[in-house]
């Protein structure tokens, strides 16, 4: 089923993708890891708990695309990206006993996205076109999560508010390594999915559905987190409230931008070259201490 490639595919940017072996020790951390900032702290364990789950179910799809990838170049990136994903889901996943131990109930967090991860969007054992379609399918809907992770991941890389806020420093590494690594490999499932199909009208249609979709989860996790933070909260203002003032303060991208950065994705001949350099994404990965750690 793998197409010639097309103008907007990979050619417009080379670069190797390669998973680094990081660790991070959580033994210290605290529950609202920037310090008075409980909404910016939640909304950022989202990212430590959904990502995994997306990510897992993200790498085991390009999976099965490999052995439709043609492009010698472009399979080796998609396995470079497979392994980056899987460090991802690894990496967040390291967090979640000291997320347990400061009282979130991870489980009942994983095991409701479970059911979208790994009940919905699966193989379901498909044979012949309908297993190529149905994989096409997710990897449009993946490739535009990939998309937001891109948006998300460069407004990281340009933030400076959350280390001046006191953000503990290995979560700010977490965070950044993760950002810059999205960015780094951002055209890979885009360019996957453009070589196996790329219509466009699908690339639409899961847009849409895939930026809903986000919305959803993150608001619905971070009301959950935000109810069940085991911290006195008796004068907390409610959370959309600090949801906004934590955006103004640059501590978090807020939600909106699964509005405003959708219009770029879903232009007919979009490639995620056109984001920008990736420049900040390089430099934050040769001095991020997980990444030098990994060197060594
Ligand atoms: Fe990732
Ligand atoms: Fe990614």
Not at 106 to 131: C, M, P, Q
Not at 153 to 162: I, K, P, T, V
Not at 197 to 203: F, K, L, P, W
Not at 254 to 265: A, N, R
């Amino acid at each position: 089923m793998a197409k010639e490639p097309t103008k907007n595919t990979y050619q417009k940017e080379g670069h190797v993708i390669a998973p680094r072996d990081v660790s991070f020790d959580w033994n210290d951390v605290p529950l609202h890891y920037i310090p008075n900032e409980p909404f910016a702290s939640q909304f950022w364990n989202i990212m430590h708990l959904l990502v995994p789950e997306g990510e897992k179910a993200m790498a085991g799809t390009v999976s099965e695309a490999l052995a439709y990838i043609t492009d010698e170049r472009l399979h080796e990136e998609a396995v470079g990206f497979v392994g980056q994903e899987a460090m991802h889901a690894v990496s967040h996943e390291s967090f979640h006993s000291r997320l347990a131990e400061e009282g979130v109930n991870v489980e009942a967090i994983i095991s409701a996205y479970n059911f979208w991860f790994r009940k919905v969007v699966t193989d379901h054992g498909l044979k012949g076109r309908a297993k190529e379609e149905w994989l096409k399918e997710r990897l449009a809907l993946f490739a535009a999560m990939e998309h937001f992770t891109a948006v998300v991941g460069q407004w990281m890389l340009d933030n400076e508010a959350l280390e001046e806020a006191g953000t503990h420093p290995m979560v700010l590494d977490l965070l950044k390594w993760h950002c810059a690594e999205e960015v780094e490999h951002r055209n890979v499932l885009f360019d996957v999915y453009q070589h196996l199909d790329g219509s466009y009208i699908r690339r639409l249609r899961t847009g849409l559905v895939g930026s809903v979709g986000l919305a959803v989860w993150w608001l619905g996790t971070a009301h959950y987190l935000m109810k069940h933070d085991p911290a006195p909260k008796k004068w907390w203002k409610p959370w959309p409230v600090q949801m906004i003032e934590a955006t103004r303060k640059h501590l978090l991208p807020g939600i909106q931008f699964v509005v405003t950065d959708l219009p770029p994705y879903l232009k007919p001949n979009f490639h995620p070259s056109e984001m920008g350099p990736m420049d900040k994404a390089i430099k934050y990965l040769a001095t991020s201490p997980a990444a030098l750690g990994a060197q060594h």
